[in-house]
């Protein structure tokens, strides 16, 4: 069978000593830093990306997708501990997981926790492994005008799912499409929003702006609410799961597998509204929904569940289409291209080791989570005691040398301090940074596509309309948005994002 | 906001900040209704107009071949209108109070990481750290010498480590 070639392929690729060395590191690290409290996986996997620079591709790959599920596993075991969800994805974990932990059973929702997430994970890779290929290949008949419909069909779909509100999130993608039009055009050799400084010429840096929006800017809002004091966390007796507590939970890990792999794969879906959704499942199937925010281990299964299968299956879109759904998968693809790989259909054709690779990673990487964690529990939880005062000057310092190092310019870091202000600002306005991110990334690969698609029209922009996949994918987009205008499903969507 | 608002009001507009606290502590009324997302459109329509007006000469072309000032001036226009739909919205509709601001850890986080940048091409790399963990510390609650010295001996050193004899980084580590 050529899916179990594939995977024995990757296996191999993926078992070598130095990758798997890479991918329990990139575990480690990202669960280490995904525990601080206030640093979600975004800003986790922004500020470790200059680790990979000097590995391999597929080794740095490896190593990112590791930095990714250890930090979103970090942040299940901070709302649980402390209920500070570290980003808006464990928000609903904070709810019945950091009520399991008042009632002293922390061990018992960070094991489940951990285990759901595995068997989410492990499902959602092998949908990775069997739907990547045949969506490529529907991505290889694809002219620029089906990309620029597609590309337009994943913001639109990004702002519609996120939360908050729609015309603010489609405000910070067109930011972010105009700061990445910042240097030298690459058609005409113009020079583009660079205020006379070389530094620009280039372009703007992917890793400043990403550092400067989501870890300076989070850094700054702890602080805010913290002041820096260390953080009083949860005691754990037992990790290990009653039978009646296996009962309830498998059924809900289930549940939440599907939902969060579901809404995963649509443009902007993500880990959140897989959590949120599952959860608001799990209290309508219950026979008690009273049960709910009082420490009910569906509640923590489900959305853990849901969120690691929504998280991987991101990977989807973004390694078959080259077109990253959510920001962190806007990252990924950053990463990729500093290595020199263009993410897209072509990928699995051209560099079977590299696609098949991190998909086995990410089977190995999810049992190594578990393997990691559940003994290093109390690790965590010391790290977790530790003022925050001690922690962010260290934080600092690793964001600074990151960025410094890019290219020894002191100029990124000048960058990332702006960016950082920026993203404060944002985050204050209620602008979240996270489509600016998708908009920059996709900034230069929509201008190429839009102006190579009217040059094979001729200048007919109706092309991307009576095209029929490019017809089809923006009718889809126009769909999403009037839908989101309608006042019931609006209040239904914020409906879905309310914590209870 | 619990009191109904109405008509231009005549308190000053004096500085966002300051003013709207204490209004809001008050419990009087806010000349805005929405002076969270007035800011916010401002701010995009800002973005916009100042992408429209540095790419003022920019080449268009034509639609079958568009040059260097087409995306812009597109994403330009959009912005503003985005911008504009948000102010309106702001000045039509209630919306969030203006949120307080963390000026204390927002000034300091980016001061240490301005003077790192500044400092670490001429001083070199142990100086920076040094520089960034003593500005950075005013951002929370500040650690007593002694820690604080610590800390940035252990960072510095641990810096050295890892990016100069680990990664073998061409860093400057000394003035």
Known sequence: MDLLGNLLLGLSVSLSPDNLLLCFGGALIGTLIGVLPGLGPTATVAMLLPLTFYLPPVGALIMLAGIFYGSQYGGSATAILVNLPGESSSVVTCLDGHAMARQGRAGVALATAALASLFAGIVTTILIAVAGPPLAGVALAFGPAEYVSLMLLGLIGAVTLAHGSVVKAIAMILLGLLLSMVGTDVNSGDTRFTFGLPQLYDGIDFVPLAMGLFGLAEIISSLEQTGGAGQTTARIASLWPKREDVRQAWPATVRGTVMGALLGILPGGGATLGSFAAYSLEKKVSRHPERFGHGAIEGVAAPEAANNAASQACFIPMLSLGIPPNAIMALMIGAMTIHGITPGPQIMAKQPELFWGMIASMLIGNVILVILNLPMIGLWVRLLRVPYGYLFPAILVFCCIGTYTLNNSGFNVLLMALFGVLGYALRKLDCEPAPLMLGFVLGPMLEENLGRALLLSGGDPTVFATRPISGSLLATAALLLILMVMPSVRRRRDEAFKDD | ?175
């Open chain 2, 1 to 175: 906001m619990p009191t109904p608002l109405h008509g231009p009001s005549t308190a000053p507009r004096g500085t966002p900040d300051g003013a709207f606290q204490d209004r809001k502590a008050s419990g009087g009324h806010a000349p805005v209704r929405a002076p969270l997302d007035l800011a916010a459109g401002l701010l995009i329509a800002a973005f916009g107009i100042g992408a429209l007006w540095l790419g003022r000469d920019w080449p268009t072309g034509t639609l079958a071949s568009v040059q260097s000032g087409f995306f812009p001036r597109m994403i330009g226009m959009l912005m503003v209108l985005a911008g504009a739909l948000v102010t309106g919205r702001a000045l039509l509709t209630h919306g969030a109070a203006w949120p307080s601001w963390g000026w204390r850890p927002l000034i300091w986080v980016t001061a240490a990481v301005l003077a790192f940048a500044g400092t670490v091409e001429t001083l070199g790399l142990v100086p920076a750290v040094l520089i960034l963990v003593g500005l950075g510390n005013l951002a929370g609650q500040p650690l007593r010498p002694v820690p604080l010295l610590l800390l940035g001996g252990a960072l510095a050193a641990g810096c050295v480590a890892l990016f100069v004899w680990g990664l073998g980084l061409p860093l400057r580590v000394w003035p």
